[in-house]
T-cell receptor, first 113, second 112 residues
Framework: DVKVTQSSRYLVKRTGEKVFLECVQD?????MFWYRQDPGLGLRLIYF???????EKGDIPEGYSVSREKKERFSLILESASTNQTSMYLC????????????FGAGTRLSVL | LAKTTQPISMDSYEGQEVNITCSHN???????ITWYQQFPSQGPRFIIQ???TKVTNEVASLFIPADRKSSTLSLPRVSLSDTAVYYC?????????????FGQGTTLQVKP
């Protein structure tokens, strides 16, 4: 079974802090994704990566950056956290050539105070 | 930009067939249509994917008309454990746009 592990289930940070959300997958997938999920808005793509050191902006990249130094790890960075970034963050991975079949982690609920 | 629209909620009873429709009028030529199921405190889980016509697997069927502007997820004989939020996803990251658009999700409540 594919396993996508997010480093924290719950995180509380203060406004202005730099925040790192880590995601690791164990199935050698080429593609990795970061989404945020908010009530009534569904899932919105922040960034995705199709290879090591490669990244593409999704629909809502503002205020976020990403890092993919190794194939299995994809990090989401909030350079200066703000209260409007309070949300559920979901990481996913997929195998190249399988369309949109993604495997999701359990999510990190981030609260920015 | 493609927009994906689904009903906010649906109710059903155990043993019934449930059909959830997703509208995606601006679907692009290379876009796949994919459905996910999500339980509370979990990430979404893949159910089924299609490109055109009909796809069936052990848990669901996916019906896609010729114009591909909508799709219908069909769950046969639902049980209480099928109570969840269902999302449709339209897009293809390998295309030039690289866009993936989730619907807002349909909360399915299955009653005894």
């Amino acid at each position: 079974d594919v396993k996508v592990t997010q480093s924290s289930r719950y995180l509380v940070k203060r406004t202005g802090e730099k925040v790192f959300l880590e995601c690791v997958q164990d199935m050698d997938h080429e593609n990795m994704f970061w989404y945020r999920q908010d009530p009534g808005l569904g899932l919105r793509l922040i960034y995705f990566s199709y290879d090591v050191k490669m990244k593409e902006k999704g629909d809502i990249p503002e205020g976020y950056s990403v890092s993919r130094e190794k194939k299995e790890r994809f990090s989401l960075i909030l350079e200066s956290a703000s209260t409007n970034q309070t949300s559920m963050y979901l990481c996913a991975s997929s195998l190249e050539g399988t369309g949109n079949i993604q495997y999701f982690g359990a999510g990190t609920r981030l609260s920015v105070l | 930009l493609a927009k994906t629209t689904q009903p906010i909620s649906m109710d059903s009873y155990e043993g019934q067939e449930v059909n959830i429709t997703c509208s995606h009028n601006n679907i692009a030529t290379n876009d796949y249509i994919t459905w996910y199921q999500q339980f509370p405190s979990q990430g979404p889980r893949f159910i089924i994917q299609g490109y055109k016509t009909k796809v069936t697997n052990e848990v669901a069927s996916l019906f896609i008309p010729a114009d591909r502007k909508s799709s219908t997820l069909s769950l046969p004989r639902v049980s209480l454990s099928d109570t969840a939020v269902y999302y449709c996803l339209v897009g293809d990251i390998s295309s030039n746009t690289g866009k993936l658009i989730f619907g807002q999700g349909t909360t399915l409540q299955v009653k005894p």
